[in-house]
């Protein structure tokens, strides 16, 4: 398997984990949208919260350019941290939900 793969799966395996954890608001459902073609991965939240309409992405990662790239992480689940333990080194993982002049201060992939 080459590391792209093992990127692809790193993150299908982390995010169907996730998805089954239990939500704090018991009345949001949340789903796993896994677009492979594309290497987009997120998770999204929807229901209702009394009269309002809940529907937004908690965790959205992506795969560009052979790094993989933590878009947006709304929870408390460290997938960063994670993808570390799988042994994914830090210059393939981005912060992209830090500006790109922040990521120079970082551990992490320019981008």
């Known amino acids: 398997m080459d590391r792209i793969e093992n990127y692809q799966q790193y993150i299908q395996e982390l995010l169907s ?3 089954t954890h239990p939500s704090l608001n018991p009345t949001l459902d ?7 073609l594309h290497d987009r991965y997120l998770i999204i939240n929807l229901g209702w919260s009394e009269n309002r309409r809940i529907h937004g992405c908690s ?3 992506d795969i ?3 790094k993989i790239w933590i878009q947006h992480n709304m929870t408390e689940f460290d997938i960063t941290e994670e993808l570390l333990q799988r042994g994914v080194p830090k210059e393939d993982i981005v912060l992209g939900f830090h500006s790109p002049k922040m990521r120079e201060y970082s551990e992490f992939a320019v981008g």
């Open 64 to 66: 560009k350019n052979g």
């Open 59 to 61: 965790i959205h990662v």
């Open 17 to 19: 984990e996730y998805v």
């Open 30 to 36: 949340r789903e796993f949208v896994c677009d492979t």
